[in-house]
């Protein structure tokens, strides 16, 4: 990643900030108004998103920084603790607004001034639709775990503000109370799954996951296309570590080859993968020919 796309990540991570503390307390003050404790589900799941906001705007600028003597290969990784700290915090806030439903499911009533709370409350999710979409497409270009995590959080809420909406409508049309409470325990469920996929994403690129199989098929075609000279290429490996991606692998060579012919070979390669993943790390091993080969294989095509 560049520095004018981590200035990009940054001065996102940094607007989030505001605007979850201002769709905060849009929501709150719906439950206000309201008394609805769907309402107040809906909100706390925003304090959620303050504190995901803050703690990724302070972990992706740790995130960006060079790599150091105990760093080599960087601190890309320290995005997804951002993440499942995110995610955490989400299973938390389900657990609190299930406490609070339960606790009305015995004693429901129906909302005061429900027509302003509710128009509150869909004002809050026009925002967060708005900034969900944003980050989510700014995650993916700018290969932002925290920012992705971030907004599919921000998209799960915005579904959850549409379902309290029709589920008080309901209750409000039926008059029956208890849709109230019964909504808000239907929320934390679907907040509970939300938190769950953030933590397992996240707990992939810990643990050193591979790209996608539809990258790694694209990788294997820049290299097969760009090893002319070679002899092929075994033993591929990917991992990817927040915004960067590790590929190596083994290139085998003739054995009369010198080494300038098969460094411009490696030059070539990592010009390809480059262009396909911007700023991935390459590490290649360059072998004779006659060793045993391993792993991954790749065919190189040949020129014609």
Same mark, same amino acid.
């Not at 600028?61 to 990784?77: M, V």
């Not at 609190?96 to 609070?100: A, H």
């Given at each position: 990643m560049n520095e004018e796309s981590n200035l990009a990540v940054r001065k996102l991570a940094l607007w989030g900030i505001p605007l979850s503390l201002g769709v905060l307390g849009l929501k709150m003050a719906a439950w206000w108004v309201t008394g609805s404790v769907a309402l107040l589900s809906d909100g706390l799941e925003s304090v959620v998103n303050v504190a995901a906001a803050f703690i990724a705007f302070f972990v &992706? %600028?740790?995130? =960006? %920084?060079?790599?150091? $003597?105990?760093?080599?290969?960087?601190? $890309?990784?320290? @995005?997804?603790?951002?993440?499942?700290?995110e995610g955490i915090l989400i299973v938390v806030a389900a657990l609190? &607004?299930? =406490? @609070?439903a339960i606790s009305h499911l015995y004693a429901p009533r129906m909302l005061d001034a429900p027509v302003l709370g509710l128009g509150i409350n869909f004002v809050a999710g026009v925002i967060n639709a708005v900034w969900a979409l944003l980050l989510i497409r700014a995650g993916k270009a700018h290969r932002s775990p925290a920012l992705s995590a971030d907004g599919q959080h921000i998209m799960s809420d915005v579904v959850t503000s549409v379902g309290v909406l029709i589920g008080l409508l309901l209750a409000i049309a039926t008059g029956y109370a208890i849709f109230d409470p019964v909504l808000a325990i239907l929320v934390a469920i679907n907040i509970l799954f939300q938190g769950w996929k953030v933590i397992s994403h996240s707990i992939g690129g810990l643990m050193d996951q591979a790209v996608t199989p539809d990258e790694e098929e694209v990788i294997k075609q820049a290299i097969a296309t760009h090893a002319n000279g070679s002899l092929g290429v075994h033993d591929l490996k990917t991992r990817r570590a927040g915004a960067v991606t590790f590929v190596d692998f083994h290139l085998v060579v003739p054995a009369g080859m010198s080494v300038r012919q098969a460094h411009d070979i490696c030059d070539r390669l990592e010009d390809a993968i480059g262009e396909i993943h911007a700023g991935a790390r390459i590490t290649i091993h360059v072998e004779p020919e006659g060793e045993k080969a391993h792993g991954i294989r790749v065919k190189v095509i040949k020129e014609a």
């Open positions: &992706i %600028r740790y995130a =960006q %920084r060079p790599a150091d $003597h105990d760093h080599p290969f960087g601190h $890309h990784k320290a @995005e997804y603790l951002s993440a499942v700290t609190l &607004i299930v =406490q @609070e």
